[in-house]
């Protein structure tokens, strides 16, 4: 399996994202969602999660149709005495909104299925120079979630044992949850976070070949079949 830089990536999905902004032909949209299907059971997202992540974009998608069908149509009067209004849809409409939705949510969830957010951050830090500060925060945000987790189950149990049935518990995690962010900022600033000088990364990634390739010829793809369909 082709492993790509998470940052390019990113890079690439933003690009063709930002093209098929500026596309409204449904069959074009439709398309991309099919090939971003397909890239997801290569990278062996298992069918049970793609359908999952779909059901409420599925279901935004059928809202946005009948909303553009019934809306962006003609209306014309039956009669002058009953006023009953007979709205002739425009189904082109709808289904041009309904693809664009899908398309955008399968290019979202291609990248978060096959991206470690972790790899990502360290990509941007890396080859897109974001500020060490900033990318370093965000990972020590990203580390602190299952530990706020953990320890409401942990306040849960411990509340449930004693009897209580109700959530009182939420003061004490979140002390908990301060103390423990002052821990790791005081941390992370011991070890020199802080600093402007260079540092050694643990986790180094490359930028190959194959993500430059990537890069111009899913654009170019993109691109051309936009101006080919006009």
Do not use: C
């Not at 390019?8 to 398309?31: R, V, W």
């Not at 009669?79 to 309904?98: F, P, R, W, Y």
């Not at 003061?171 to 821990?183: I, K």
């Amino acid at each position: 399996m082709l492993k790509l830089n998470p940052a390019y990536k990113g890079l690439t999905l933003f690009l063709i994202s930002l093209i098929l902004s500026f596309e409204y032909n449904y069959y074009f949209n439709f398309g991309i969602f099919l090939v971003m299907i397909l890239l997801m059971l290569i990278n062996k997202v298992s069918i049970k999660k793609i359908v999952l992540a779909f059901l409420p974009v599925i279901f935004l998608a059928v809202g946005v149709f009948f909303t553009g069908f019934l809306h962006s149509g003609e209306s014309t009067d039956v009669t002058s005495l009953t006023k009953i209004v007979v709205v002739i849809g425009d189904a082109e409409t709808g289904m041009q909104l309904a693809m664009r939705i899908m398309a955008f949510a399968s290019i979202g969830l291609f990248f978060v299925f096959t991206t470690d957010p972790r790899l990502f951050i360290l990509s941007l830090n890396q080859q897109f120079k974001l500020p060490r500060n900033f990318a370093y925060g965000i990972l020590a945000a990203y580390s602190f979630i299952p530990i706020v987790k953990q320890e409401y189950q942990n306040m849960r149990f411990a509340y449930r044992a004693r009897g209580v049935e109700k959530n009182i518990f939420m003061l004490p995690m979140l002390v908990t949850a301060v103390r423990s962010s002052e821990s790791i900022a005081m941390a992370m600033e011991s070890k020199g976070f802080n600093s402007k000088g260079k540092r050694s990364e643990y986790i180094k990634l490359s930028v190959s070949i194959w993500d430059y390739i990537i890069l111009v010829v899913g654009t170019l793809i993109v691109l051309v079949g936009t101006i080919i369909r006009k």
